[in-house]
């Protein structure tokens, strides 16, 4: 993610998040394993198949998802298709430029998309119109409008909560239309590490602060299903394992009170 | 993680479908400066992968919008040969070796001194001649050593190794069938000294307690595949030091 691209993170400011983070709290008031305030707004376009418009504090992003039938990848016949993109909008932040997608927002959107591949969301196998040779392919678009930090959160929520509210267009393929077939609600969790803390949801500034990242996607299960350490910074394996569980607790609030 | 499917990955015996215990690794063999003309270089065959790594810099950082006042840059560039896979892979970098040069840029400037070359790039070029699973943690194992083997001052070596899940069970180092057909995949890569992480992806279904059992077996296997990689530094400083006229 960006480090200091947009002017460089006031001395003060950097200052008193890490004084705050020594007396166990957040430069915004935050505890260290609390979300800022979440917002979903389902069907916010009701031209795509689903959609959702998701603030995460001050990040914003709209997920949109087209269904379409086509060709199934040959390694797989009988499944649908599923693929997700990210546009780091430059409207969403000073240093974001339009053009293709760069590393970050191909890794953005490679860690969201496993997240929901590898939870088995959507039964894929339901998506079969003709086996070989037509399925539905789900495209899901996210276009980050307002950046300030904690990219992967806000797409997991916005990719989930689109696909919960899409309907595939089976009228079109002369049968009817139907809502994509759910199984499972996957929740990711990041978290970066500020000195020796590790705190989750970051803010644009804590995201300056910090060393290194970690996503952890659990599934209702309790289970892992995806994972990603990013930046240059390192963790401790004790500081992996305290990852898993903060996303764990964590995570199970956030499907309870926003996802289901 | 690969599609559901009938093939047995583990036999009655324990054993998998190469014949290996779950905790054995395949074999690996480094070589370092095999090509000439860069700065370092290394060579890497583990299992059936085939991963050729070359170091080019310290280097003046370009373009310079790039620098960074304080440190060298680290530009991995993870790259699959058109040949080296099964069906035909359109050359040039795709969605998946983007992602796999980041957070191999990531994990290798944790082990490089990186202050000590402020507006500096450090450029590792990891060619993939021959895919046979684990090539982001084959490339990176090899990466460390053909950095080291450039002379660029470092506090660590890098070492990467992956453990999974098949047919129900953790082991270690995944080969080609196994990545396909198994439930979880988890590539780490570690430090070797200090054991921190640098470098971890995960997809797949897998309890805590299974990625706690995938680590130990993760941790335990570092130690040897960094002894290989000594043993490939150590044979050239050695023999660096007999040219010029050591004992």
Redesign the interface.
Known sequence: MPRDEAGVLSEIKRDYIIKKLKEGKRGDGRGLDEFREISIQTNFVPRAAGSAFVKLGRTKIVAGVKIESGEPFP??PN?GVLTTNVELLPMAFPTFESGP?N?NS??I??VVD?GI??SKMIDLEKLVIEPAKKVYIVFVDINVIDYDGNLIDACTMGVLSALKSAIVPGSKEGGKDFTLPIRNLPVSVTMVKIGDEIVVDPSVEEEQLSSAR?TVTI?ED????????????????DE??KA?KIS?DTGKLIREKYLQ | ?G?ASDIKLIDENGLRVDGRSPTELRPIKIETDVLDRADGSAYIEWGGNKIMVAVYGPREAYPKHTQDIEKAIIKARYNMAAFSVDERKRPGPD??S??I???IS?AL??AVMVEQFPRAQIDVFIEVLQADAGTRIAGLTAASVALASAGIPMRDLVVGCTAGKIDGQIVLDLGKEEDNFGQAD?PMGI?SK???????????????EE??KA?EMI?DAIKRINEIQRQALAGKFISLALERGGE
Not at chain 1, 222 to 236: V, W
Not at chain 2, 194 to 208: R, W
């Open positions: 390694d797989t499944q997608p590393e191909i890794e959107a490679r496993r591949r590898e970690v599934s309790g289970h892992l299903r995806a994972m990603q350490k990013g930046d240059a910074g390192s963790f401790t394996l992996i394992r898993i764990s | 993680m599609t969605r998946r983007v992602e040069s980041k957070v990531e400037s944790n988890l430090l200090s054991g921190k992480v640098v470098l971890m992806q995960m997809d797949g279904d897998l309890s805590v990625f706690d680590t941790l």
